[in-house]
């Protein structure tokens, strides 16, 4: 491994240890619990990989997600700068680099991972003086093949959150995030709500003026009253 290569990699590894912080200290999302156990999985992954060398498939499985995130964001941008047909279209791109790159090459590289790796990596006792620096058990490998797995069926979460975005586009729409939809209609739900009740306070103080106005013309005829007499 390159001094560049190892940088690389450790910088990776801290980026995605400090998203776990960053999720926990902004507001949560409707997905909060699936990008906690995604980022949690990444780590755990990405340091596994590194103290046991295995950072070549560590490195292009991090392609094949990072490559994906580029047309995100390109989407999202487009959609804040108000253009939404170019958005529409940079989506399009997003949900095909998903299923193609998150859902076919990383099942293959999954598949022979898990097929080829009995007989890439012969299972070693770990005991004192062995020449390899790491060694390989059946409980490390199926370890990483399990979060391996875990990280796709959590794709395959987001995956159908995806299509139904898909559907919107279909459907005249246009892409939106439901997740800041959602947000959204809290944050409005919660500005209107001072509203009301500056409106039920401005109705109190309505009924309560009213009902002093009515004290005082009470007051004004009994005054009336007693200077007739007098």
């Known amino acids: 491994m390159s001094l560049e290569f190892k940088n690389y990699y450790l ?13 926990n200290v902004e507001k949560p999302r409707k997905d909060h619990y699936q990008m906690f156990s995604h980022h949690i999985i990444t780590c755990s992954l990405m340091i596994g990989s590194y103290y046991y060398y295995f950072f070549r498939i560590g490195h292009l499985i991090l392609m094949i997600m990072d490559s994906v995130d580029i047309f ?24 095909i680099s998903w299923v193609v790159l998150r859902h076919g090459v990383y099942n293959y590289i ?23 620096k790491r060694c390989w058990t059946d409980g490390i490998i199926n370890t990483f093949l399990g979060l391996l797995g875990g990280l796709q069926i959590i794709t395959c979460i987001w995956m159908y959150l995806i299509f ?9 729409k246009g892409a ?40 005082t013309l009470d007051d004004k005829r009994d005054i009336k009253k007693t200077k007739r007499r007098a």
Not at 74 to 93: Q, T
Not at 120 to 128: H, Q, R, S, Y
Not at 179 to 200: G, H, I, L, M
């Open 11 to 23: 910088i990776s590894i801290g980026f995605w240890l400090q998203q776990i912080f960053v999720l």
């Open 164 to 172: 139904k975005v898909a559907y919107k586009v279909v459907t005249g």
């Open 110 to 132: 999954f598949y022979h991972t898990w097929h080829k790796s009995v007989d890439l990596m012969k299972n070693a006792k770990c005991i004192e003086g062995l020449i390899q």
């Open 72 to 95: 995100l964001s390109a989407a999202k941008m487009l959609k804040y700068a108000g253009f939404s047909n170019a958005c529409d279209a940079m989506f399009i791109l997003f949900l």
């Open 176 to 215: 939106e995030d439901v997740r800041s939809d959602e947000d959204d209609t809290d944050v409005e739900d919660n500005n209107e709500q001072p509203e009301d009740e500056e409106d039920e306070e401005k109705e109190d103080d309505a009924d309560s003026l009213s009902s002093s106005s009515d004290i």
